[in-house]
């Protein structure tokens, strides 16, 4: 049987009291959140923001809310051991930069599709209407060659 990641009898550390080599108590704080099985998860961790800031934002955290915290300060930890200058912030950049660029494919594309429509309907409603329209397709030009 378990209880929080440690056998109830014989308590084994959880990965945080592992690595900060003391005693796990049974009200530990780190135990729910850094099992003793996920030792990365911590040092990453401890490595960005220190084990003493951790403890203190846990214990100012209500319960249901810790939780979340952690695996915001774990994605943010691993960021900034990937990018220690911009952590997340760069990759949330990056991702909003692709954002921005398949706006623009999206906004090209529809002005296209648009634009072929006008061309079906302007064909099919005057067939005479043709010869004074450009075509795109025999001047080699797409709205795709920006």
């Known amino acids: 049987m378990k209880e929080s990641g440690r056998k109830l009898g014989a308590l084994s550390p959880c990965a945080a009291c592992k690595l900060l080599r003391r005693r796990c108590a049974q009200d530990c704080v780190f135990a729910p959140y850094f099992p003793a099985d996920e030792p990365q998860k911590f040092a990453s961790v401890h490595k960005v923001f220190g084990a003493s800031n951790v403890n203190k934002m846990l214990q100012e955290l209500p319960e249901h809310q810790r939780s979340d915290a952690v695996s915001s300060m774990v994605y943010e930890a691993n960021a900034r051991v990937r990018d220690p200058v911009y952590g997340c912030v760069g990759a949330i950049s990056s991702l909003q930069k ?7 494919q999206l906004a090209l594309a529809q002005a296209e ?3 072929l429509r006008v061309r079906q309907f302007t064909s099919s409603s005057n067939p005479g209407a043709m010869d004074m329209a450009v075509d795109q397709a025999t001047m080699g030009e797409s709205l795709w060659s920006c």
């Open 98 to 104: 692709q954002i921005d660029s398949l706006q623009t």
């Open 113 to 115: 599709v648009v634009h």
